[in-house]
């Protein structure tokens, strides 16, 4: 049972008053986090503006053990507990805006729109804990400020510190420029891909052919990193979304005769959790005679990193629900899938949950990217994400009551 | 005019009656070299050993200015001038013969048989320096002790030192285990390549891309380092002689959104002048529209090494008359191409001259290459090759002064 239309209508006006109290304040804290990034698992001043501002709606943050990270129940302490998702690290670039906010870390950047999700559940939570205070809020919104998403190693940490304990739906959203403020992007089951590494290691028999001379080890290094991937599309088909790109390699100054070493590592993305199971024989099945093939030797490793993000289909109707009401049905659109990778698929292995694609491009602009120096967002998006999450979590947790 | 059969058969007599009494002694010598080898630019005690059997042959060798290698005419003092060459250097192998001359250096090795050239040289030097005191030398012959063959660079400091003023023709030989002692390999013409460098550097243009995603760096670096040998055999076509073969890449980890690079280092060999001139543009023409394929930057470095060793036609006709009188007829081969590289190449462009392949290898045992730490020789051979260079410089004089 999704939560009645005039529910929803209900809170939204008990949210513009909130958002008309409180938005420019959270215009601040967004623009001192971008002002002030920092990289994953340290986070330190982050966490500290987090608590303080939780601190002061009157709730009771738990840093996490590394102390960068924090964990915030807003309600009665008691089930159902629904769970919201900031993920709150900056990235490793140099901003390159000409704003008042620009980053002041030579190295370090909201790129990625991290301080928006945060703010975003700040807000959420300030507005909760005000409707907490009236005890209005059958359960418990348990809010995860993560670090170190960019890792990928974030999530666990959340998960290590009992974030996940009890929790029955968990949600998130994304900044996402290719949408404008006011559009939001959803999609049932795989929205993101796996991230997994792959390593191959090669080297040459010493004396391999007749005469002693090496096979030439830069070649066939070359031949793999160009083969391999084809090779995978080929066996696996066009639609096995199975997606292999390098990242480095190196293989050094051939000696005399030595026995010369080369290396690529590369990171294999899928969307499809079978195929991500199969991926290291596949890889094997290919690699193992193509290295036959130029006379050298090749050594696999494999390292399974974050699962998909696999959205689950109720709760990506809450998001719909809550969605359409604020914004109109014809403005939430099924987002394509991603093979981006986020952390956020670790929570959606033990909790149903839907990860969100936020609009912060403002009207007209043309498309861009996350990841650039340059990025940046119509802060618009804040109020929109506000919404969604508060109402999406209080619908959530009406589901889970009744 | 090729000196008379009868004149080398009279030498032959003298050299046989030279090598009973030598030949221990300097089978003694070659294995000394062998047990303390040096690497280029590093053959102090090489040079100290090659000196001191010169001076107690009444000749007057030369250090050259760095200290290692040495120059020493025979005979008048006066023209006609004929060269012979010996490379001193070793390899930076470890040994792995279980002889008793076995190299005492960790690192050093000479498994190029440089230590027989030097012997060969010096052997042939000691039996002129016979001849010259019994004034029977018609001109000078000149022992070119050269460091640093492997690096290719040694043979510009002898050239600096003034080791080709007034040479009419140069000579030299290489040791060949294709080869059964006794057997001699000639050529006219391209005998073994030049042997150039060539650098490519990729950079991924920023935000190249839609949305700022950079094009695959290591991809597209796997792509040149595959497509351009390639091209340049299908642009050039089978018969070019080029040769591009890779000796080191570097990709470095792409970050987020930086500027990656990525390099590619390589040898091109070529055994035709024409086609090698064209060689930088040749591998840009290909290079460039390559590098747009994949969307990134390329810059290509084309620095000229090693010219080919192009033997000079008489030179080895009068390594040929000398050859089959000691060896016969049959055992005269001609000696294949060979893309290795030799500085020998280098005296060829000012003087003409031949480079012999000398066999090494004991009869009936398999053929094996260079360059390997269980590399050795048949020692006769050392006996062979100063038959050789003894009678061919002087049988080059008696041409030069006929």
Chains 1, 2 share one sequence.
């Not at 009771?60 to 990270?69: A, F, Q, S, Y």
């Not at 928006?116 to 959420?124: D, E, N, P, Q, Y």
Request: proline share 6%; hydrophobic share 40%; glycine share 10%.
């Amino acid at each position: 049972m999704v939560m009645k239309r005039e529910l929803i209508a209900d809170w939204m006006g008990e949210l513009d008053a909130f958002l008309d109290r409180e938005v420019t304040s959270l215009y601040d804290f967004r623009r001192d986090i971008h002002m002030n990034p920092e990289l994953g698992f340290q986070e330190f001043r982050t966490t500290r503006q987090i608590t303080k501002r939780l601190e002061d709606a009157g709730l009771v943050p738990k840093v996490l053990p590394k102390g960068t990270g924090a964990i915030c129940d807003v309600g009665t302490g008691e089930g159902p507990i629904v769970a919201l998702r900031a993920d709150i690290d900056a990235l490793p670039l140099t901003d390159e805006k000409p704003v008042s906010y620009r980053s002041t870390a030579p190295d370090a950047c909201h790129a990625c729109g991290h301080d928006v999700h945060t703010t975003v559940v700040l807000g959420a939570g300030m507005f909760l804990a005000d409707l907490a205070a009236r005890n209005r809020i059958a359960g418990t919104i348990r809010l995860l400020f993560q670090p170190a998403e960019e890792s990928l190693l974030g999530a666990l940490e959340v998960v290590a510190a009992g974030g996940l304990a009890d929790v029955r739906r968990i949600f998130t959203i994304h900044c996402d420029p290719s949408y404008e403020v006011g559009q939001l992007g959803l999609r049932t089951g795989a929205i993101i891909a796996a991230c997994d590494k792959v390593r191959v290691h090669i080297t040459t028999p010493v004396a391999a052919r007749n005469g002693g001379e090496s096979p030439e080890l830069v070649h066939a290094l070359a031949k793999i990193i160009t083969e391999l991937p084809e090779a995978l599309y080929r066996r696996g088909g066009p639609m096995s979304s199975l997606s292999l790109v390098w990242g480095m390699m190196d293989a050094g100054p051939v000696a005399h005769p030595g026995r010369p070493v080369g290396i690529v590592e590369g990171t294999v993305r899928c969307l499809d959790t079978e195929v991500r199971k199969q991926a290291p024989e596949l890889i094997a099945s290919v690699l193992l005679p193509l290295a036959r093939t130029y006379e050298v030797e090749a050594n696999l490793e494999y390292v399974y990193g974050v699962p998909p993000t696999l959205n689950e289909s109720s709760c990506v109707n809450i998001f719909r629900e809550v969605g359409s009401a604020i914004l109109g049905r014809d403005r939430v659109l099924t987002a394509p899938q991603s093979l981006e990778g986020d952390d956020f698929g670790i929570y959606l292995q033990s909790v149903p949950g839907a990860y969100a694609r936020l609009g912060v491009r403002s009207p007209g602009q043309s498309a861009y990217g996350l990841h650039q120096g340059t990025f940046d967002v119509d802060e618009a998006c804040i109020s929109v994400g506000i919404r969604l999450l508060a109402l999406t979590a209080l619908s959530a947790l009406a589901r889970e009551s009744s």
